[in-house]
């Protein structure tokens, strides 16, 4: 069996990647002795939207010796014309000799200066749908051209062409050299943003399908899992309600996602969490709340809620996130503040449901689930299927496989604090950047064991001080890692995230919502910094996952 360099593509999903390719590849493979080592650029494809390696070359087949095939792969009809094959793409047509030429050139130009010496180097075009008619006016050689009528003979040519060779010296620097070709460790800081820019995309089909519906009253409760595009739908309805004039309101639950959420909309409306909304009716009225005391937010909630609302209180549009850490006793209070007619969204994930409040009934209400999680790597949500009770099951959907996610143990505090710089460590060796790279805790803030460090070995942390300026920002201290609660977090995301501080007993149903919401806060790599006590409840969980240990 041929060896496969970069590894791993056997476990990619074919709904973005170019499968054509992995069909060719996987053919490779398994009929190629292991003589051969062949290269390709299907990884990433889902980000980049390009499976070559080079040009037009989809796959290199290199010897022992370090001789190199590099095979162009054509899939559809061609066209014969007296200038040779054309392929017609959407918009145009292009010469296939004249595409595969100026690819093989410019790639062994390349390697004779790499080699400082002579590069021996085959081409071949692989066209499997395509018979040809007039191999002399092709543009090719006959002996380089493998059509639907040599399909079957495929590896038996490439042998023809390119024998196995015996072990040579420079069969190594050619190695060296075509794996910076293909960059089999790519910039992932040049990739983030390329899939962030691509996850928005895709997730924004909830905003659109959701936006297309019609009822009156305008009442949707969409019940979305993690990822699903709930934040693209809330700032589709807000930016709306803005362009035409009108206001909408956004009540959520968590603060920092009220921060978030209200520095990345337009002005003209009015973001805020539940509470802080009391808070503004309870001041409106000429009144200042008191926060001393347990009964502090229940006083707050109960005085806002006997308040008659202004007409500045009452909105256009409504749109009520997290809607599973509501009470149900809040419902008509928040609803209160829309028009008889206003559009109204309940946005929530039972996943996500960390405070165990019971589910706020909407009778009458239209429903939408959105189980598809487009923001996780496939690997993340296949370790959290195996945890997802009946009924709850989620579609991977990432243009990204991910790396494998990690699990790191410790014992003791000072083994936790070194775990927790280990894992940050790895990030930074998979090439993420210090601002793409989130320490979450298991643990509130009250209770953790981390959130109170300014610095961790040579990582500097940048957390929430408790303070607000006066534009009501939070105030951050200086560092280059975010660290937050699982908690603070919940409605956010970051490409790289270490969740640390994962103790417990037994798997149970609230263990598992924070594990939910702590992993899906990953879009690209995960770290997970477990007690050994933890880690024996879910070793069988990350054995059968195949995703390692630390």
């Given at each position: ?101 100026r690819s093989v050139d410019g ?424 007690s050994e006590k933890a880690a ?15």
């Amino acid at each position: 069996m041929a060896r496969i360099i970069p590894d791993g593509w056997e476990t990619m999903q074919q709904t973005y990647a170019a499968t054509d390719e992995l069909e060719t590849l996987a053919l490779l493979a398994r009929d190629l002795p292991d003589d051969y080592t062949v290269y390709h650029g299907i990884h990433w494809t889902r980000i980049q939207g390009e499976h070559a390696i080079y040009g037009e070359i989809d796959f290199v087949v290199v010897n022992r010796s370090g001789h190199l095939l590099l095979i162009e792969q054509k899939r559809g009809p061609l066209t014969e014309t007296p200038e040779g094959l054309q392929k017609q793409y959407s918009d145009k047509t292009k010469s296939v000799v004249v595409q595969m030429s100026r690819s093989v050139d410019g790639l062994r130009a390349k390697l004779v200066r790499y080699l400082n010496g002579p590069a021996a180097i085959e081409h071949l075009l692989y066209c499997p749908d395509h018979t040809v008619r007039n191999a002399s006016t092709a543009g090719l050689e006959p002996e380089r051209i493998v059509d639907a009528r040599r399909r079957e003979q495929f590896t038996d040519i490439i042998r023809k062409i390119l024998p196995p060779g015996d072990d040579l010296p420079a069969a190594e620097s050619v190695h060296c050299f075509l794996r910076d070709v293909i960059k089999l460790e790519p910039d992932v800081s040049a990739l983030v943003g390329r899939a962030r820019a691509l996850v928005t995309r895709v997730s924004g089909g909830l905003a659109y399908w959701a936006r297309r519906l019609d009822m009156q009253p305008h009442r949707l409760r969409v019940t979305g899992t993690a990822g699903s595009g709930k934040t693209q739908l809330a700032l589709a309805e807000y930016r709306a309600t803005i362009d035409a004039g009108k206001r909408p309101l956004y009540v959520c639950f968590n603060r920092p996602l009220a921060d978030h959420f209200a520095a990345i909309v337009p002005a003209g409306g009015l973001v805020c969490t539940f509470h802080m909304l009391c808070d503004r009716l309870v001041r409106s009225a000429g009144e200042v709340p008191v926060f001393s005391g347990p009964s502090a937010f229940p006083d707050l909630v109960a005085r806002a809620a006997a308040l008659p609302l202004p007409p500045d209180f009452v909105f256009d549009t409504l749109i009520v996130d997290e809607g599973q850490d509501f009470h149900p006793e809040w419902r008509d209070i928040v609803l209160r503040h829309a028009l008889p007619d206003a559009r109204i969204l309940w946005l929530e994930d039972p996943m996500q449901n960390l405070y165990d409040h019971p589910a706020v009934e909407l009778p009458g209400w239209v429903g939408m689930r959105a189980n598809v999680n487009y923001r996780s790597p496939h690997k993340v949500v296949r370790l959290l299927q195996m945890l997802l009770p009946a009924g709850m099951e989620i579609e991977a959907a990432s243009p990204i496989d991910g790396s494998d996610v990690e699990f790191l143990t410790y014992a003791d505090h000072a083994g936790l604090i070194q775990r927790v710089k280990d894992g940050i460590g790895k990030c930074y060796a998979a090439g993420f950047g210090k601002d793409e790279v989130a320490l979450l805790s298991f643990r509130g803030r009250e209770g953790s064991r981390l959130l109170g460090f300014n610095q961790l070995g040579t990582h500097t942390l940048r957390t929430f001080t408790g303070d607000y300026d006066g534009a009501g920002r939070p105030v951050y201290s200086d560092g280059d890692v975010v660290a937050e609660s699982v908690y603070r977090f919940k409605g956010q995301s970051a490409p790289a995230v270490v969740l640390a501080e994962i103790d417990f007993d037994a798997l149970d149903e609230k263990t598992v919502r924070k594990l939910f919401v702590g992993a899906t806060r990953a879009s690209m790599k995960l770290v997970l910094v477990l007690s050994e006590k933890a880690a024996g409840c879910c070793w069988g969980w990350s054995e059968r996952t195949s995703l390692g240990t630390g």
